[in-house]
């Protein structure tokens, strides 16, 4: 365990990072939880591209990495590379992205690939991601597509509830490849869904068609979630018929 690490950061006229050193209380350089020491950027604004090395406290390259924006500074393409630009390949073949935007559906789609930069799958087993927004830049929408054009499970869908006063309340449901809303593995047709401002669910209940409560294969309607912190939850508790917990 480092105590009193902290990050030396150096930015450039216009406010990008060109450089950050994680250092000791004594200001020497250290590796922080990946061994990474220090990390310098280069921008290329003609060509819109930036390239970030990472390197240990040896001062050896651990990875680079190359992206390329388009005119909105959106990433477009980002693949890992050695100093002689021959590309890294990570798990399954798979060395780098591109990503595509579709402003007019607010939809999102990252495509894998492989080194010679042709579309590929991941070790999760599908080659695209998709992800649709809602005019608030929230998630409403996941798809997994495979290499060969294949859909990966289901289609997930969420129909957010205007409160006022919460917005991290939502139905949640899936469908197949034609758009039919389809049950999930417990039977249930929606799940109505409430987040925390961290986005950690807190309260799940499964509902049928008519989005009315149903049980699951265990005989409970629902559950609610404590947490210890941002990642361990403390306490399940099953609940009713009625949304209450149950004895």
């Known amino acids: 365990i480092v105590s ?17 050193y994680f250092k000791d209380a004594q200001s020497n350089n250290i590796g922080d939880a990946d061994g ?3 990390t310098i950027w280069k921008y290329d604004d003609e060509n819109k591209t930036e390239i970030v090395s990472l390197y240990n406290t040896e001062g050896i390259l651990t990875l680079r990495i190359r992206k390329v924006k388009d005119s909105q500074n959106r990433i477009v393409e980002q ?3 050695y100093i002689a630009n021959n590309n890294i390949c990570f798990e399954n073949g798979v060395c780098g992205k591109k990503v595509e935007y579709d402003d ?80 999930d593995a417990n039977g249930c047709t929606f799940k109505y869904i ?7 669910h807190i309260k799940i209940r499964f ?16 559950q609610e979630y404590k947490y210890e912190d941002d990642r ?12 209450l917990p149950i004895n």
Not at 4 to 20: I, Q
Not at 164 to 177: P, T
């Open 207 to 222: 509902l049928n068609e008519d989005k009315r409560p149903m049980a699951d294969k265990d005989g409970i309607f629902g």
């Open 104 to 183: 007019n559906v607010r939809k999102l789609t990252i495509i894998h690939i492989d080194s010679n930069g042709y579309e590929c799958n991941c070790q999760d087993g599908y080659s695209r991601q998709i992800t649709w927004y809602d005019k608030y830049g929230r998630q409403i929408g996941f798809e997994y597509i495979t290499e060969d054009g294949s859909i990966l499970g289901e289609i997930e869908f969420k129909d957010y509830i205007e409160t006022g006063s919460h917005e991290c309340i939502y139905y949640m449901h899936n469908e197949d490849g034609n758009g039919n809303i389809i049950p």
């Open 4 to 20: 009193c690490a902290f990050r030396d950061t150096y930015y450039d006229d216009k406010g990008r990072v060109l450089s950050e």
């Open 36 to 38: 990474d020491s220090y």
């Open 79 to 81: 693949s890992y590379v």
């Open 194 to 200: 409430e987040d925390d401002e961290k986005g950690r």
């Open 232 to 243: 361990h939850i403390i306490e399940i508790t099953c609940i009713g018929e009625s949304g």
